[in-house]
């Protein structure tokens, strides 16, 4: 049926039957509007016409910085139209199940969420074929020039989340609508296409890559790369993909990934994606990792070259679980993902390297989540883990708040529950709504009934309504305390009352102990002490880029310019939103840092993804 429906639109092409009836762009007269739509950020009408399963046939041009071919779409329900999700794609003709062009119209442009495409559906209809053309701005496509890369040759990467898959693949773009999906991705001479689905090993002769993902999943979880990659197998149901000169390395950082598995596995029962694998883009990649089922997408700043930094592959892998197969349903939802997700990335890790460094992980997110509370407000409406991002980007719910005011709210419900009974609960929750969508009205409510009111006392001690739908951090909170971080304060202590750096026990310090040692550091120290500081423990000099962004962070606070070039290099050279944000954000504290930052970064934006550029011109009030 796939095959057959677009055998039909190459004769339409061939005949030329398309383009007679299509409607123009911008014409109005489209039904669709926000209001009827249960998701804030998507035109879509799943409830009407909802997709079940997309067929991608794209063709990957450099030259042009654009993607060319076709997406056929089936679907369900028995609407008159199906409402998709488009931002700046050229649409070029759309062709029915029955052979005959369809009526179709783009909707007014919507700040962030783009135009509404809307299809006229005559009876009987279960899908239709999609001829388009991406834009060379696409926000999803980040094309890098090949001295971008370390092996000299051109690299393409998408990121979907929230809403940009509507950038590069007409499709109902809510994270509430599940597909399955395959794809053929027509690629130029000597590159490899990898997506979030099954993946070839090896290179294509002819440079075609065929992909199936058999499971459904929401848009925002479409993903593609295209470059000189090379496969390195880590287990039996593992892998990494690199550019060659950078994946040994990266199967050494990532050694331990089949340990992690069965550590998830053991906790919140099987892995629902039959492989797992890495893929390690270039730095300029805005994030540390996006969980892209069966590939995950990485930084290349987490090779520490000491395993220091494998708590983001735990990450990923934990949205194996919680996101990737229960999903929120709305950006409002977003805690259902990563409040869950960097919960049982801690418990993951306390698998396997034990309590105290696990809690060591704790104390650093619960440090994160105080400069979040801080820095917007401990009353403001955005600390609620429930948010309302309508007519906002949804990447303004990208804070602490999901990720760390989540994790405490669920390690709060574990101290209450009891670990034993707390696990059984989310090991049926993940059984229980697999492969569905839900909001946190739905889990609040399966939260109470199964869990809650199965426990005298336990729904008083738990204020749910207080976590959820208020500000800030409820006072029965679970702490955390650190055994091994009292030791560095001792530490940092002695150096306060005049000990020199040479001097310091720091014997056995692994990067979270640096991370907390430098965060305490105070913001008048002088030249003298920084320079002790630097001699010492070789901060600017350090391979960790998580200590190297530290370490700058403290270097701007206080003045010190002796790290300059260093931090120049690092803001051109890694494009990761997590590390530039703080380190612009402080530079633009002051008149000097901040004309020195704008001198940076007219160098180094256009290296920048556009998710980490859009984050960084609001900091510097940036206008080009
Ligand atoms: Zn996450």
């Known amino acids: 049926m796939r095959q057959d429906i677009q055998l039909v639109l190459v004769l339409a092409l061939t005949f030329g039957l398309l383009g007679c009836s299509a409607a123009p762009e911008g014409e109005t007269g489209s039904s669709s509007t926000m209001t009827d739509s249960l998701d ?3 035109f879509a009408r799943p409830d009407e016409v909802r997709v079940t399963h997309l067929a991608l046939d794209l063709t990957v041009d450099f030259d042009h910085r654009i993607l060319e071919g076709t997406a056929a779409l089936e679907f369900e329900g028995e609407g008159s139209e199906l409402v998709l999700d488009t931002r700046n794609l050229d649409i070029q003709a759309i062709l029915l199940d029955d052979g005959t062009a369809a009526d179709f119209s783009l909707g007014e442009e919507v700040e962030f969420l783009g135009r509404s495409l809307t299809i006229a559906l005559p009876a009987g209809t279960k899908s239709a074929i999609v001829r388009y053309v991406t834009d060379p701005s696409a926000e999803a496509l980040q ?13 393409l990467f998408t990121q979907s989340q929230a809403i940009l898959a509507r950038t590069w693949v007409p499709c109902q773009d809510s994270p509430a609508v599940r597909m399955t999906y395959e794809a053929t991705i027509r690629v130029p001479t000597g590159l490899m296409a990898v997506m979030s689905a099954e993946n070839a090993t090896e290179r294509s002769p002819q440079d075609i890559y065929t992909f199936r993902m058999a499971q459904p999943i929401p848009s925002y979880l479409l993903a593609l790369a295209v470059g000189d990659l090379a496969f390195q197998s880590l287990g039996e149901r593992s892998g990494v993909f690199a550019e060659p000169s950078v994946l040994k390395k990266a199967a050494w950082e990532f050694a331990e990934v089949e340990e992690m598995m069965d550590a998830a596995e053991r906790l919140y029962g099987p892995y629902r994606w039959e492989r797992y694998d890495l893929l390690v883009l270039p730095p300029s990649f805005p994030f540390g990792g996006m969980e892209n089922p069966r590939l995950t997408f990485a930084t290349p700043t987490i090779l520490a070259g000491d395993r220091s930094l494998v708590a983001l592959v735990a990450h990923e892998l934990a949205h194996s679980w919680s996101g990737n197969l229960v999903t929120n349903a709305t950006w409002n939802d977003f805690w259902l993902n990563e409040g869950f997700t960097s919960y049982i990335e801690n418990r993951i ?11 060591m992980l704790a104390v650093l997110s619960r440090q994160d989540l105080a400069d979040t509370l801080e820095e917007i ?30 994790a405490a709210f669920l390690a709060t419900m574990e ?28 889990f609040a409510s399966y939260l109470t009934e199964n869990l809650l009111d199965a426990n005298p006392g336990l729904a008083d001690k738990a204020r749910l309504e207080e976590w959820i739908y208020g500000p800030g951090l409820p006072s029965n909170i679970a702490p955390v305390v650190s055994g091994a971080f009292d030791e560095v304060d001792r530490v940092a202590a002695a150096w306060a009352e005049g000990a020199t750096a040479a001097e310091l026990e720091t014997a056995g310090w692994t990067t979270h ?100 550029a859009g984050t960084i011109d609001e900091i510097l009030s940036w206008s080009g």
């Not at 001295?147 to 040759?153: A, I, L, M």
């Not at 883990?385 to 719910?397: A, E, Q, S, T, V």
């Not at 690092?570 to 380190?583: A, D, E, N, Q």
Request: proline share 4%; hydrophobic share 35%; with cysteine.
């Open 513 to 612: 102990h640096w991370l907390y040692f430098l965060r305490g550091l105070p913001d008048n120290l002088s030249g003298t002490q920084m320079t002790g500081l630097d001699k010492a423990f070789g901060f600017t000099t350090s391979g960790n880029s998580e200590i190297l962004c530290a370490w700058l962070t403290v270097a701007i606070r206080n003045d010190y310019r002796e790290t300059d070039s260093a931090l120049e290099d690092f803001l051109t050279r890694v494009g990761r939103r997590k590390f530039l944000k703080p380190l612009y954000a402080e530079l633009a504290k002051t008149e000097r840092g901040l004309e020195w930052a704008r001198g940076v970064y007219a160098g180094a934006r256009s290296g920048y993804h556009s998710i980490s």
């Open 349 to 359: 890790m306390e698998e396997l390297y034990g309590t105290d460094y696990a809690k």
């Open 377 to 406: 407000g401990p009353e403001a409406a955005d600390t609620h883990l429930f948010l309302d991002l309508r007519n906002r980007n949804p990447d303004d719910g990208m804070t602490a708040i999901a990720y760390d005011k989540g």
């Open 143 to 155: 094309w890098l020039s090949p001295q971008q890369t370390s092996g000299g040759k051109p690299f």
């Open 415 to 442: 101290s209450l529950a009891g670990r034993e009974v707390w696990d059984d609960f989310l090991a049926d929750y993940f059984s229980t709504f697999g492969f569905e969508s839900l909001d946190t009205e739905r």
């Open 40 to 42: 804030p950020h998507s």
